[in-house]
């Protein structure tokens, strides 16, 4: 079933119809309902716990009752939202440098101008910091920026990073430790709740059904036409499962629902939903690596749509999880199973192993090239994305194209460089196509 909805036509204004799918209105509907149970948190007095995506312990977070609060989502809801740029030049304004990461200035700058969350309110204090490390040096300094301003109980979780890409049981070992050790004695103590091994076995159980229907949705993309857009359409698609929902009920339902209308639409035979209406031509099949911009989100969407390119896979949509290459959240054995989801985030992952990864989406996607948008104030996934480039040119085939652009700072996004460089890129592919057939 499909809900066609025009915001524009009261206004009179000429656009193409937005389409609103169950999976698209439930989601909306949790990402509100957890908005508001964090900003009532002072009237329920439930307690709050800020985390970050990548290797976030959700499943673990409810055992104790406690809210989840993820800074990366809030500045990307600034993002969208058209306010990041005011909140980071506030941020700068207190010191911090035009290098740091934007999600970081935006978040501070929200912090210093009201913590407003999307629903007008203020966000509560956090009751606790937890950080799982997985691959990014800022989170560190970040919550320790967070901590000199609330002063509240501060937990890191340290995950090593994958040097020789595999997961050896010492590593895993060494975080169960944790675990045991430090992590959950001081849940336990902010939350006044005692640990229940048998509560975590359940929420795991619930993410690992809702993990099967996600791979198969973003695993769809194999289809031609693809009915998904795995980029642009996939960040929305990872909301659930990366953030606060992971292990809910609601998260199960939400991949349920979706993967109920992608597989209609691969029965139709349409492409994906676009913020343009139906795709329609399916000219280029690329793999992106890196980020989206959020603050020109839907003009840079349309920058690929106009030129008939979808994206087949992406590497940002297994920040918070791989996923597709074959890990399951595991009740048998529960704190070597988030050990081994912490170990395994993209961020966590070598750079050969990225290239590897890379690699088999451009040949298990049937991918015409690799789009690389480099983030400039995100040094997690610009380092060694140049030789990443290189590389994966050289074992496929296939051209690579290479675009800058920031996560929510709007003086980082130009437009006409951005549609040059995509242009050209996509011209570059129609040569080589030429020049193959003509062989």
């Keep these: 079933m499909t809900q066609r909805i025009d915001p524009t036509r009261a206004a009179g204004v000429p656009k193409a119809e937005v389409v609103k799918e169950l999976s698209m209105l439930k989601q909306k509907d949790m990402i509100a309902g957890n908005y508001e149970a964090l900003t009532s948190a002072p009237q329920t007095g439930r ?5 970050f995506v990548p290797g976030n312990l959700n499943e673990l977070i409810m055992c104790f009752d406690l809210l989840n609060n993820l800074p990366e989502i809030n500045a990307i809801q600034n993002g969208m939202r058209k306010v990041s740029g005011e909140l980071i030049l506030e941020a700068e304004k207190h010191g911090h440098s035009e290098d740091v990461c934007t999600y970081v200035k935006a978040d501070l700058g929200m912090m210093a101008k009201g913590n407003l969350s999307p629903n007008g309110k203020p966000l509560p204090r956090p009751d606790v910091l937890l950080l799982s490390y997985t691959g990014c040096f800022t989170f560190m300094k970040w919550f320790e920026l967070v ?7 501060t937990v890191m979780l340290h995950v090593p990073y994958q040097a020789d890409g595999q997961v050896t049981d010492n590593m895993r070992s060494y975080i169960v430790k944790q675990l045991r050790e430090t992590v959950i004695p001081t849940l336990e103590k902010v939350s006044g709740v005692k640990f229940d091994i048998d509560r975590l076995r359940g929420y795991l159980a619930e993410s690992a059904k809702a993990e099967d229907d996600f791979v ?16 642009f359409g996939g960040v929305y698609y990872i909301g659930p499962i990366f953030t606060a929902f992971r292990g809910t009920p609601d998260a199960t339902e939400y991949y ?8 209609e639409r691969i029965r139709l035979g349409l492409g994906p939903i676009t913020p343009e209406g139906d795709m329609k031509e399916q000219r280029y099949r690329l793999v992106v690596e890196g980020p989206p911009n959020w603050t020109h989100f839907r003009e840079f969407w349309k920058m690929f749509h106009d030129e008939g390119a979808v994206v087949v896979a992406s ?10 290459l074959g890990f399951r959240h595991d009740p048998r054995n529960p704190l070597e199973s988030l ?3 912490c170990l395994d985030c993209y961020t966590n992952r070598s750079l050969p192993q990225r290239v590897g990864q890379i690699e088999k989406y451009m040949n298990d996607y049937q991918a015409d090239g690799l789009v690389i948008n480099s983030i400039k104030s995100c040094n997690s996934f610009s380092a060694g994305q140049l030789m990443i480039l290189r590389e994966i040119e050289k074992r496929t ?15 980082y996004f130009s437009a006409a460089n951005v549609k040059n ?4 890129y996509f011209q570059m592919i129609d040569q080589k196509r030429a020049s193959a057939h003509a062989a």
């Design 147 to 153: 901590r000199d301003e609330y002063k509240c109980p």
């Design 216 to 231: 198969w949705v973003m695993e769809s993309a194999k289809n031609k036409p693809s009915p998904i857009d795995a980029y």
């Design 47 to 51: 307690k709050v716990a800020s985390t």
């Design 421 to 424: 460089r995509l242009e050209s």
């Design 339 to 341: 050990a081994d989801y």
């Design 315 to 324: 590497t940002y949509t297994k920040v918070g999880g791989t996923y597709d």
């Design 397 to 411: 085939g296939k051209p690579g194209a290479f675009i800058e652009t920031d996560l929510v700072d709007p003086r």
């Design 256 to 263: 349920r629902l979706l993967r109920g209308e992608i597989e």
